[in-house]
């Protein structure tokens, strides 16, 4: 399936309200090698993880805390207003229920019923649209340095995909307003193919949709429980910190031909 595009992913990155942020350099940095190098990253916090023997040519993207931003301070406070209820518990109920949302078991207003009634209140029909509205709001904001260096990659050959938690709602908005995701041959967003991080099944399925083995595939996550899932099915591990970071990891790193 090497030029088919699948469409798939949650919000939020893979688990909790108070997700670390990281600092993303605006240093476009040194340019991407157009042949491989011949050495892994100095810096062990850099280093690209794998097993003995084996290089990626192809590039699997996390979305949200690697290329989109987290929620800010100011979406988060949005979304607690919009609820009308204390800040502790609302996080609890957001992110305890979120899973079956990333994977698409439930819609958006199922979902925000569901934290209602964890939270013994309810919320009417005009209430969840602004809870919807609030949550795809505070989960938009995309890191530009991450947006030119997905184009660069693109151009200088390698194959890349993305696999990101995200619910049905915030895909569409990704899809209505972000040319730069036809740079993906392979969008697994998580609503849309019943698995979500850390699952087995999600990088399983990105296996099947990229026709690739696991070891040609380099997974990039902001999260460590992700990257280790990851590694566990096989696939190399990066985990994430700052385009600066992953663009230095990656001019060092050896690769298949195309």
């Keep these: 399936m090497n030029d088919t595009t699948h469409h798939t992913n949650r919000p939020a990155d893979d688990?909790?309200?108070?997700?670390?942020?990281?600092?993303?350099?605006?240093?476009?940095?040194?340019?991407?090698?157009?042949?491989?190098?011949?050495?892994?990253?100095?810096?062990?916090?850099?280093?690209?993880?794998?097993?003995?023997?084996?290089?990626?040519?192809?590039?699997?993207?996390?979305?949200?805390?690697?290329?989109?931003?987290?929620?800010?301070?100011?979406?988060?406070?949005?979304?607690?207003?919009?609820?009308?209820?204390?800040?502790?518990?609302?996080?609890?109920?957001?992110?305890?229920?979120?899973?079956?949302?990333?994977?698409?078991?439930?819609?958006?207003?199922?979902?925000?019923?569901?934290?209602?009634?964890?939270?013994?209140?309810?919320?009417?029909?005009?209430?969840?649209?602004?809870?919807?509205?609030?949550?795809?709001?505070?989960?938009?904001?995309?890191?530009?340095?991450?947006?030119?260096?997905?184009?660069?990659?693109?151009?200088?050959?390698?194959?890349?995909?993305?696999?990101?938690?995200?619910p049905e709602e915030l895909a569409a908005h990704y899809e209505e307003r972000h040319a730069w995701l036809k740079h993906f041959q392979v969008r697994a967003f998580s609503c849309r193919i019943g698995h979500a991080k850390p699952e087995p099944g999600a990088y399983r399925w990105c296996l099947d949709a990229l026709g690739a083995e696991a070891g040609r595939v380099l997974f990039i996550d902001d999260r460590e429980e992700n990257v280790r899932a990851a590694e566990a099915g096989g696939l190399r591990g990066h985990l994430f910190t700052t385009p600066a970071a992953l663009r230095e990891a990656l001019r060092k790193e050896p690769r298949l031909s195309a």
């Design 15 to 166: 688990g909790s309200g108070n997700s670390p942020r990281h600092s993303h350099s605006d240093d476009p940095g040194d340019p991407l090698p157009t042949t491989p190098g011949d050495s892994l990253s100095d810096n062990p916090g850099e280093t690209l993880r794998t097993a003995p023997g084996t290089t990626p040519d192809i590039l699997l993207f996390d979305m949200f805390g690697v290329i989109a931003r987290h929620q800010s301070d100011a979406g988060r406070a949005r979304l607690v207003a919009a609820a009308g209820v204390p800040e502790a518990p609302f996080w609890e109920a957001y992110w305890g229920l979120r899973q079956p949302y990333d994977r698409g078991d439930v819609t958006g207003c199922g979902y925000w019923r569901q934290v209602a009634d964890a939270l013994g209140t309810g919320f009417g029909t005009e209430q969840v649209a602004r809870l919807i509205e609030a949550d795809i709001a505070s989960w938009s904001g995309v890191d530009d340095t991450m947006v030119t260096l997905i184009g660069e990659l693109a151009a200088s050959g390698w194959r890349i995909a993305l696999l990101s938690n995200i």
